[in-house]
């Protein structure tokens, strides 16, 4: 069955620091997502993207984060300059297109943890 | 604004018996989807059920069954004969439509006592 990867499972990094967040995103979805989950809390919009742009972004995407997807199959969300409070689970998801539905099921990726020190 | 509220942080329920677990949204959208996933404690996010706003019947996927009432705008998670793996956290959500973002409720814990 397919499923959304996503690179590293872990990462490490000092603030100030920039990181990039890997996804493979299940291949016939239109639809890319990045969600974040600090610990303990409920899981957070950060991006849409749709047809090489992006569709939404919340709040919290400021400057600091962008998202590219730079070939055919991967989707990156870069943080230029990490903060301590960027800490959390980032979670990549897709959904497919589907005529007639109210709105399709975002599947997700297993996430990266991301800790800055 | 959209906003979905799970009020029960934590549940027990014993292994083989049902549980429901809440969850009540609020929307000005005419038509949304409803979700429910689970998290694990490994952290990953597997989707569950998923219930149109204009669907009539409630949403079965095996032992999961959504029990939707719009008028009262709740989304309730039925697991029927809860099973020790069923242990995780369930988070529902919503969506007003492809593309859009997905809002999520704080969550439930729920522990299966064997």
């Known amino acids: 069955e397919p499923e959304v990867t996503q690179t590293p499972s872990h990462q490490v990094t000092q603030m100030g620091q920039e990181v990039i967040l890997r996804c493979v995103p299940i291949s016939n979805h239109l639809y890319f997502y990045w969600y974040r989950q600090i610990l303990g809390q409920k899981v957070e919009f950060l991006v849409s993207?749709?047809?090489?742009?992006?569709?939404?972004k919340s709040e919290i995407f400021d400057d600091q984060f962008s998202v590219e997807r730079p070939d055919g199959s991967n989707f990156t969300l870069k943080i230029r300059s990490t903060k301590l409070e960027d800490s959390a689970m980032y979670f990549c998801a897709s959904s497919p297109p589907r005529a007639g539905a109210i709105t399709d099921t975002q599947y997700f990726g297993p996430g990266t943890r991301l800790t800055v020190l | 604004a959209q906003k979905i509220t799970q009020t029960q942080p934590g549940m027990f329920v014993q292994e083989k018996e049902a549980v429901t677990l809440d969850c009540t949204y609020d929307t000005s959208d005419q038509s949304y989807g409803l979700f429910w996933y689970k998290q694990p404690s490994s952290g990953e996010m597997i989707f569950l059920i998923y219930?149109?706003?204009?669907?009539?019947q409630n949403a079965t996927e095996g032992r999961y069954s959504l029990n939707f009432q719009k008028a009262r705008k709740s989304a309730n998670l039925v697991i029927s004969a809860s099973q020790l793996g069923d242990s995780a956290m369930y988070f529902c959500a919503m969506s007003p439509n492809t593309g859009n973002q997905f809002y999520f409720g704080t969550g439930t814990s729920l522990t299966v006592i064997p």
């Open positions: 993207f749709y047809n090489n742009e992006i569709s939404e």
């Open positions: 219930q149109g706003s204009y669907d009539e």
